[in-house]
Nanobody
Framework: QVQLGESGGGLVQAGGSLRLSCAASGRTVSSYAMGWFRRALGKEREFVAA????????YLADAVKGRFTISRDNAENTLYLQMNDLKPEDTAVYYC???????????????WGQGTQVIVSS
């Protein structure tokens, strides 16, 4: 199974940008579809974005379309989430996840990172 570790979170003002990274170890990340989820305080974890093994298909949640971009570098075993025009409602812990196929539901992902905190101030 693959182990995942997120980085790149932090505090940013509304309208700013952050890029999250997810480094994979163990099995090569090219064996998995990858995704990002987030959990805001007091809310359930929700889907943000996902990309298939070969970067040919991507899903994005409606709330982040036009602002967030998911990408991956299989040679570097790394997944990215570029977040632009951040809003206070994007404040959450962001998790990366790996699964056998492109999906948007938590149950379809088999490996999870520990999460990285993103705080967007107004």
């Amino acid at each position: 199974q693959v182990q995942l570790g997120e980085s790149g979170g932090g505090l940013v003002q509304a309208g700013g940008s952050l890029r999250l990274s997810c480094a994979a170890s163990g099995r090569t990340v090219s064996s998995y579809a990858m995704g990002w989820f987030r959990r805001a305080l007091g809310k359930e974890r929700e889907f943000v974005a996902a990309v298939d093994r070969w970067s040919t298909r991507r899903y994005l949640a409606d709330a982040v379309k036009g602002r967030f971009t998911i990408s991956r570098d299989n040679a570097e075993n790394t997944l990215y989430l570029q977040m632009n025009d951040l809003k206070p409602e994007d404040t959450a812990v962001y998790y990366c996840a790996a699964g056998p196929y492109l999906a948007t539901k938590e149950a379809d992902f088999v490996s999870w990172g520990q999460g990285t905190q993103v705080i967007v101030s107004s």
